[in-house]
């Protein structure tokens, strides 16, 4: 599940004073970081982002959902 994430926040976290910290996790490579401030984890989340994009062949992240439901092209017979 490629550019996915688990993030998780810590007691200092104040959302309303716009102060975030804890950690992030990517789920497909399991890398993990402590961040604490939003630069730090805007800083991750770009990073991982970009090593993406660099790895070869990988694609677009738009292409890491699930894959379109195809219609059967062929006619059951029978059927209508």
Do not use: H, Y
């Not at 993030?7 to 996790?25: H, K, M, S, Y």
Request: proline share 6%.
């Amino acid at each position: 599940m490629r550019l996915a994430f688990v993030i998780r926040l810590g007691n200092d976290t104040r959302p309303a004073d716009g102060e975030f910290e804890g950690w992030v996790q990517e789920v497909d490579t399991c890398c993990e970081e402590r961040f604490r401030s939003t630069e730090e984890l805007l800083n991750f989340l770009g990073e991982r982002f970009d090593l993406l994009m660099v790895s070869g062949g990988k694609g677009r992240p738009s292409d890491s959902g699930p894959a379109p439901i195809k219609k059967n092209s062929r006619k059951r017979r029978g059927l209508p």
